[in-house]
């Protein structure tokens, strides 16, 4: 599976856009992206993914430049309870997902 | 809402004893994951299933965890004898293969400490 890198961590201003960049240089044509998040002392939870287009759901859309090798998680309106770990990464379909270390977003007020 | 449960939610128990997580996965779903969460080491992959079929346990020890899926309703995890380096949080995550993609569902976790 291919690395995926991210902030350690990033601020963001309640009622803001928060975007949340993974960069997976090594992703390979069949490696899908996704994202995940954990609410402190929850499990994760699943937000989207996606292939080459970019994807939108009712929690997030997700940006993945043309070469792959980047994409942007963007919250569009953030709220304290979007503060979490958001993890980014990178599989092929049916495999295991490596968990990494994620970005801690902190929604302020 | 369907969900994944896990019990017991907590856990404390001495050296030596045997410890039994169980997990339900959503209704339907046909792979079913185990992982472990430490401050240290980050959410790491112990096992997974397909169809109650065992397909990867490399991230298990294999001296002391095992873990079975009796029927489609139900997953163990089982550690004999504990020791206090388990103390982690352990969740339960299952999802639907056969489609373009695969999405887990993670239950709450069963936090546990040996002491």
């Known amino acids: 599976d291919a690395k995926t890198t991210q902030p350690t961590s990033m601020d963001c201003a309640e009622g803001r856009a928060a975007n949340l960049p993974c960069n997976h240089s090594?992703?390979?044509?069949?490696?899908?992206v996704y994202w995940y998040r954990q609410i402190h002392s929850q499990g994760p939870q699943y937000i989207i993914h996606?292939?080459?287009n970019n994807e939108t759901n009712e929690m997030a859309s997700l940006i993945i430049t043309e070469d792959r090798k980047s994409s942007t998680l963007i919250l569009p309106h953030a709220t304290l309870r979007d503060t979490a770990v958001y993890y980014c990464?990178?599989?092929?379909?049916?495999?295991?997902?490596?968990f990494g270390a994620g970005t801690i977003l902190r929604v302020k007020s | 809402d369907a969900r994944v449960t896990q019990t017991p939610r907590h856990k404390v128990t001495e050296m030596g004893q045997e410890v039994t997580m169980r997990c339900q996965p959503i209704?339907?779903?046909?792979?079913v994951f185990w992982y472990r969460q430490t401050m240290m080491q980050g959410l790491e992959l112990l096992a997974y299933?397909?169809?109650?079929?065992?397909?990867?346990d490399s991230g298990m020890p294999k001296d002391r965890f095992s873990a079975e899926m009796p029927d489609a309703t139900l997953a163990t995890l089982k550690i004999q004898p504990s020791e206090p380096r388990d103390s982690a949080v352990y969740f339960c995550?299952?999802?639907?293969?056969?489609?373009?993609?695969?999405?887990?569902?993670f239950g709450p976790g069963t936090r546990l400490l040996v002491l």
């Open positions: 209704l339907g779903h046909n792979t």
């Open positions: 299933f397909r169809n109650r079929a065992p397909l990867d």
């Open positions: 995550a299952s999802g639907v293969a056969g489609g373009p993609f695969e999405t887990q569902y």
């Open positions: 090594t992703i390979s044509g069949n490696e899908y």
């Open positions: 996606g292939l080459k």
């Open positions: 990464i990178a599989g092929e379909y049916g495999n295991k997902l490596v």
